[in-house]
């Protein structure tokens, strides 16, 4: 039984400064703009050998005119469904507000156990501000410092007090982690929530509605993983303000945790150079890729269209040509589950091991058939392949002169291996050593 912690309050009462601060990670975007925060966010803490998730909410407003606002309190709405306790943060320098009043209503009709966190009580006489809040009759109020880190024992103390289980330490070791990256407005958000079935990601057709990556975890096919849904990421000159920079980084680092990543392009703009980098990056790290053609309702078919969008994608992608395409619409529900079915093969494809004694019965007659050059007089031979422990397919050749292999001949290799053995969607690697 997993162990839930909801954090939740107005906007700029310091939330994601003590959610950052329990999972020790700089982990959601701070900013003293309001609702910077705009989904719930996840993450896991640890306090005295109890492992609990917490969730950081957007900022709850109401009143407001902001398209964003309504999306936030259903948002926060889930959050307080979804949570074993709830912490409620409130400002000790602001007093009670008439928001914090709204909110402390709709946190009573959860009936879950609630903290109230008095923040900004960096010194002992601002504590004395927090008494105020003990009018909103939910129960005991714990002044505490996010930013220093004060009074944050006693509240984690009393909270760990109502947990029904210890928790579990890693719930994600081993669950492959699949990105959804690609630009802004491609379509990612929907795909992500045409897949979860629930809102789980704010959507709005404004450029960059999704500033954080945002894992979400998903069973499909008996298979269990994690799907890591993304801001767009821009072109550099397009990232103007702070925040989008740090999405840029977020989608950068999304990609670095994922297993495999589905770039999503968009059909009626075909693929781009911004593409075509987050492909080769995810090359050099080794990832495995998948990618999908979303809005493909939109365009005008006839019967060579696909193959003629396939070609054009795969010219811009010379040389890797190895990576699985498919065309969807995240609208209509359209091939989004083969997406999702392709990356869960792929991870298969990535973590396999392939025995050295099948490696050799394959790839030595292919060798014999088709022998390296020979350079400057001296003659190639391979004697032994292995696979190699790696986080991608690195498949080794022992060889006499290691440094004489040529890059068209490497070329050949890699073709028969991936001939003979399923490595789709993942990058192989080639190592030559001296047997």
Same mark, same amino acid.
């Given at each position: 039984?997993?162990?839930?912690?909801?954090?939740?309050?107005?906007?700029n009462v310091?939330?994601?400064?003590?959610?950052?601060?329990?999972i020790?990670?700089?982990?959601?975007?701070?900013?003293?703009?309001?609702?910077?925060?705009?989904?719930?966010?996840?993450?896991?803490?640890?306090?005295?050998?109890?492992?609990?998730?917490?969730?950081?909410?957007?900022?709850?407003?109401?009143?407001?005119?902001?398209?964003?606002?309504?999306?936030?309190?259903?948002?926060?709405?889930l959050?307080?469904?979804?949570?074993?306790?709830?912490?409620?943060?409130?400002?000790?320098?602001?007093?009670?507000?008439?928001?914090?009043?709204?909110?402390?209503?709709?946190?009573?009709?959860?009936?879950?156990?609630?903290?109230?966190?008095?923040?900004?009580?960096?010194?002992?006489?601002?504590?004395?501000?927090?008494?105020?809040?003990?009018?909103? *009759?939910?129960?005991?109020?714990?002044? #505490?410092?996010?930013?220093?880190?004060? @009074?944050?024992?006693? +509240? %984690?103390? /009393? $909270?760990?007090?109502?947990?029904?289980?210890?928790g579990?330490?890693?719930?994600? *070791?081993?669950?492959?982690?699949?990105? #959804?990256?690609?630009?802004?407005?491609? @379509?990612?958000?929907? +795909? %992500?929530? /045409? $897949?979860?079935?629930?809102?789980?990601?704010?959507?709005t057709?404004?450029?960059?509605?999704?500033?954080?990556?945002?894992?979400?975890?998903?069973?499909?096919?008996?298979?269990?993983?994690? +799907?890591?849904?993304?801001?767009?990421?821009?072109?550099?000159?397009?990232?103007?303000?702070?925040?989008?920079?740090?999405?840029?980084?977020?989608?950068?680092?999304?990609?670095?945790?994922?297993?495999?990543?589905?770039?999503?392009?968009?059909?009626?703009?075909?693929?781009?150079?911004?593409?075509?980098?987050?492909?080769?990056?995810?090359?050099?790290?080794?990832?495995?890729?998948v990618?999908?053609?979303?809005?493909?309702?939109?365009?005008?078919?006839?019967?060579?269209?696909?193959?003629?969008?396939?070609?054009?994608?795969?010219?811009?992608?010379?040389?890797?040509?190895?990576?699985?395409?498919?065309?969807?619409?995240?609208?209509?529900?359209?091939?989004?589950?083969?997406?999702?079915?392709?990356?869960?093969?792929?991870?298969?494809n990535?973590?396999?091991?392939?025995?050295?004694?099948?490696?050799?019965?394959?790839?030595?007659?292919?060798?014999?058939?088709?022998?390296?050059?020979?350079?400057?007089?001296?003659?190639?031979?391979?004697?032994?392949?292995?696979?190699?422990?790696?986080?991608?397919?690195?498949?080794?050749?022992?060889?006499?002169?290691?440094?004489?292999?040529?890059?068209?001949?490497?070329?050949?290799l890699?073709?028969?291996?991936r001939?003979?053995?399923?490595f789709?969607?993942?990058?192989?690697?080639?190592?030559?050593?001296?047997?």
């Amino acid at each position: 039984m997993a162990n839930i912690v909801a954090i939740v309050g107005r906007p700029n009462v310091g939330k994601s400064t003590f959610f950052n601060r329990l999972i020790e990670k700089r982990q959601a975007i701070m900013d003293d703009m309001p609702g910077v925060t705009r989904d719930r966010h996840y993450g896991y803490a640890e306090w005295t050998g109890k492992y609990f998730t917490v969730i950081d909410t957007g900022g709850y407003v109401t009143g407001s005119e902001d398209k964003f606002e309504t999306e936030i309190r259903k948002q926060v709405a889930l959050a307080l469904e979804e949570a074993s306790a709830i912490i409620f943060m409130v400002d000790c320098r602001d007093g009670i507000t008439g928001f914090d009043k709204d909110f402390a209503n709709i946190i009573r009709t959860s009936k879950k156990p609630v903290f109230i966190a008095a923040n900004k009580a960096d010194t002992p006489d601002k504590s004395i501000y927090a008494a105020e809040f003990y009018e909103l *009759a939910l129960g005991e109020v714990y002044p #505490i410092s996010a930013e220093n880190g004060s @009074g944050t024992g006693e +509240l %984690l103390d /009393a $909270l760990v007090k109502v947990f029904p289980s210890e928790g579990v330490e890693d719930p994600n *070791a081993g669950i492959p982690k699949i990105s #959804i990256l690609g630009r802004p407005n491609v @379509g990612k958000s929907s +795909l %992500l929530n /045409a $897949l979860l079935g629930t809102e789980r990601s704010i959507v709005t057709d404004e450029a960059g509605t999704t500033r954080d990556a945002i894992h979400s975890h998903y069973k499909m096919y008996n298979q269990n993983f994690i +799907l890591i849904d993304t801001a767009g990421i821009r072109k550099k000159s397009k990232v103007h303000e702070d925040v989008e920079f740090y999405s840029v980084l977020r989608s950068l680092k999304a990609l670095e945790e994922s297993d495999v990543c589905i770039v999503v392009l968009d059909a009626e703009r075909k693929m781009e150079s911004q593409d075509v980098n987050i492909i080769s990056l995810a090359e050099r790290q080794g990832k495995g890729m998948v990618i999908m053609v979303n809005k493909w309702d939109l365009v005008e078919k006839d019967s060579k269209t696909a193959e003629s969008f396939r070609k054009e994608i795969m010219e811009k992608l010379a040389p890797i040509d190895y990576i699985p395409i498919i065309f969807a619409s995240a609208l209509n529900k359209q091939r989004i589950f083969q997406v999702v079915e392709k990356a869960v093969q792929v991870y298969g494809n990535k973590t396999k091991k392939i025995p050295t004694s099948q490696l050799n019965e394959v790839m030595l007659p292919e060798i014999e058939r088709y022998p390296p050059p020979a350079i400057k007089g001296k003659f190639i031979q391979i004697k032994y392949i292995t696979q190699v422990n790696a986080r991608f397919p690195s498949i080794a050749f022992f060889c006499n002169h290691p440094q004489y292999i040529q890059p068209a001949y490497e070329r050949y290799l890699e073709n028969k291996i991936r001939e003979h053995f399923d490595f789709e969607g993942v990058p192989v690697r080639l190592i030559f050593k001296k047997k």
